[in-house]
């Protein structure tokens, strides 16, 4: 079975182990997808993440991170950008997320970054994902 979109197959899997409440999830690596979870580790949603190599294929390890309270740090995970309906958005018009609390994860010309960070850099991109 060949996945025609790749990293929303990652944030659906992401999505999923949280709401299931697992430490983990394995995703194939893809350079894309690694850029993603940095951003994800950065942004405070997962606790960590590794790389493994299981049977001569190359995994991330993705280690999700829960609140006492509230269950999974991710309350939502979203591809904007789809393969049938490209989403760009310019440095003057990056979209905010709930007011500020989501991440927006954005492919630039100078590497895949935070909506915030794209628009401080004046640099505009694809719209790869939201965070919340």
């Not at 929303?8 to 690694?34: F, Q, Y």
């Not at 960070?117 to 505009?124: C, D, I, N």
Request: aromatic residues 6%; hydrophobic residues 35%; charged residues 25%.
């Amino acid at each position: 079975m060949s996945v025609s979109d790749p990293v929303a197959d990652m944030l659906t899997k992401i999505r999923n182990a949280g709401m299931a409440k697992h430490e983990k999830v394995d995703i194939p690596t893809s350079k894309l997808k690694l850029e993603i979870v940095k951003i994800l580790k950065t942004e405070g949603y997962i606790k960590n993440f590794k790389k493994v190599n299981q049977e001569g294929t190359n995994t991330i390890r993705v280690f999700l991170k829960y609140d006492e309270e509230t269950g999974p740090v991710i309350h939502g995970i979203e591809k904007v950008s789809r393969p049938g309906r490209r989403v760009y958005a310019g440095y003057q018009n990056m979209p905010r997320i709930y007011n500020g609390y989501g991440t927006l994860i954005v492919s630039t010309s100078k590497g895949v970054t935070t909506g915030k960070k794209a628009a401080e850099r004046k640099v505009g991109g694809e719209i790869i994902c939201t965070v919340w």
